[in-house]
C-alpha cells in the first residue's frame, strides 16, 4: 500500500517575498520551496529536504506515498506529492505540492499497471505485446491505494486482450474508466515498410522535458498559497 513506513518529513515554514530571488536562496541553501495545502485548512509555504521527497518519489509507491508532514510550529498533516517540477537540464528537483490527505475520505489517483510474464502469442507465435494504458485511475480510501495493479499476460495469444474489467477488482478499489477500455493486447508483428530516403539534411527532433524552468515553477507553486 502507498502508506509506506516513511519517517515524517520535516518542514520549514518560509516568510518574507516569495519571488524569484527568494527561491534561489532556498535552493542555494540545499533545500527547496514547497506549498502545502488542502483539508480545508490555509496554504502554507515551506522548504523541505530535496533528498527526502526524491527517495519518495523513487519509492515502490513513488507520488502515491502518503506520509507525515511535520511543520515546525504548525503541527504534522498526512500529505501526498501531487506536483513537482524539475530542473529540464540537470533534473535537479525545484519545486513540489504537497496535499493534506483525511485518511477517512475517499480519494482519486491513479495507479500505474504493470505487465507479468511473456504472452505465448509473443513466445511461440511471433506476436508483439503493446500497452496501451501504462496507469488508470481509481477511487478509494488514502488507507487502500495499491503501489501498482499487477495482471499477468502469459495466457494472451494472437489478437488476446486485456480490458479493464479484466483487472483485479475489490470493494475497496473503484475503477473510474471504462470497463471495456484496452489496457494491453498482442498484434500480428508486420514488417516495417521501406522508406524512400528524403534529399536534403534534416534538423534532429529534440525532446522537451521538463513542466517548465526554475523561476517559472517557483512562481507557480507561490501562487498556490
Known sequence: MSTSKIEAVVATPRTGTFNKGHARRVRVSGLIP???????????????DPRVI?????????????????????????????????????GKLLHIDLKRIAMDKAMRVSIPVQLIGVPVGVKSNGGVLGQVLHEVEVECLPGDIPDHID?????????????????????????????????????????????????????????????QDAPAADAAGDKKK
Open 54 to 90: 526524491t527517495k519518495i518519489l523513487y519509492s515502490e509507491s513513488g507520488h502515491n506515498t502518503i506520509f507525515d508532514l511535520a511543520i515546525e510550529g504548525k503541527g504534522t498533516n498526512k500529505v501526498m506529492i501531487v506536483d513537482w517540477q524539475h530542473e529540464p537540464i540537470k
Open 151 to 211: 495482471i499477468d499476460v502469459t495466457n494472451l495469444d494472437i489478437n488476446g486482450a486485456i480490458h479493464i474489467s479484466d483487472l483485479p477488482h475489490s470493494d475497496k478499489l473503484k475503477f473510474l474508466g471504462e470497463e471495456d477500455a484496452l489496457v494491453a493486447h498482442v498484434t500480428i508483428a508486420k514488417e516495417e515498410a521501406a522508406v524512400e530516403p528524403v534529399a536534403g539534411p534534416s534538423e534532429p527532433e529534440v525532446a522537451k522535458k521538463g513542466k
Open 34 to 48: 514547497a506549498v502545502v495545502y488542502g483539508a480545508g485548512q490555509e496554504s502554507v509555504a515551506v522548504t523541505v
